[in-house]
């Protein structure tokens, strides 16, 4: 049970890290997509 519980404890860890690495990369996106739209 205590394997158990230590495993669901990591696998909401790697969920929260792959969210965190998505929201950046989106910002950088819009950021990326905004820049190359002012300059044209």
Excluded at 19 to 34: F, G, Q, T
Aim: net charge negative; no cysteine.
């Amino acid at each position: 049970m205590n394997r158990n519980t230590h495993g669901e404890e990591r696998r909401n860890v790697e969920e929260a890290t792959s969210s965190e690495r998505m929201d950046r990369l989106d910002r950088i996106v819009r950021w990326s997509v905004a820049f190359v739209g002012q300059i044209e």
